[in-house]
C-alpha cells in the first residue's frame, strides 16, 4: 500500500500503560467512526506497515487508546510514538453536499472573485483554532482562513477553488 492510496487518520501521540498501548489523536470530527477498525498502516520511514489491533477505546475529545498485536511493554510502545497512521481511501466516509477532504484539492488554482487567479493550494495548516488555506502566488504564501463564507465552490474537473474573501485580505500579501 502506498500513501497516495491512503488517508491520514492521525498521529501516536504517547503510551498509555506499561502495557503497550498507546494514545491516538485523530484528525476527524468523527473519531466515533474510527472505533471498529481491525488494522491501520503505520508510517515507519516512508514505508507503510500494518498494525493489527487487539483492542480500541475513545479517549478524550478527539483521541483513542489502542493496543496494537505483538506490542507488549513500554519499550515497543516507545517505537511508535510519533507515528502518523494511514487508512486505504476506501475508507473514507462518503460527504453531504458542500463538504470536502483537505487532501482532494490540493494543487488546486486558488481563484479569488475579485483578485481572479492568486495561485496554488500546497497545503491545509492546522493550527488547532483556525485552519488556514496555504496558497503559493510566485514563490509567496497567501493564508486564508478556512471558513464556510469565504468558499464560493470548488470545481473538481478544472481543479478550481473558488473564493470569496474579505476585502483586503489578499493586499495583505500581494
Request: glycine residues 8%; aromatic residues 12%.
Amino acid at each position: 500500500m502506498q500513501k497516495d492510496e491512503c488517508f491520514y487518520l492521525g498521529k501516536i501521540v504517547g503510551k498509555f500503560s506499561f502495557k503497550g498501548e498507546v494514545i491516538v489523536k485523530l484528525d476527524t470530527d468523527y473519531p466515533e467512526m474510527y472505533q471498529e477498525m481491525e488494522s491501520v498502516f503505520v508510517d515507519f520511514n516512508g514505508n507503510l506497515v500494518p498494525f493489527f489491533i487487539e483492542g480500541i477505546r475513545s479517549y478524550k475529545k478527539n483521541g483513542l487508546r489502542i493496543k496494537f498485536e505483538d506490542i507488549d511493554t513500554e519499550a515497543d510502545a516507545d517505537d511508535l510514538v510519533k507515528a502518523q497512521l494511514y487508512l486505504p481511501l476506501d475508507l473514507l466516509p462518503e460527504l453531504e453536499e458542500g463538504q470536502f477532504y483537505y487532501h482532494d484539492i490540493i494543487g488546486f488554482n486558488v481563484i479569488d472573485k475579485e483578485k481572479g487567479g492568486i495561485g496554488i493550494l500546497k497545503e491545509v495548516r492546522e493550527t488547532g483554532v483556525q485552519d488556514l488555506f496555504v496558497i503559493d502566488f510566485e514563490g509567496n504564501e497567501i493564508l486564508i482562513p478556512i471558513n464556510d463564507e469565504f468558499i464560493e465552490k470548488i470545481d473538481y474537473s478544472a481543479k478550481e477553488l473558488c473564493v470569496v474573501t474579505p476585502e483586503g485580505l489578499i493586499d495583505i500579501y500581494l
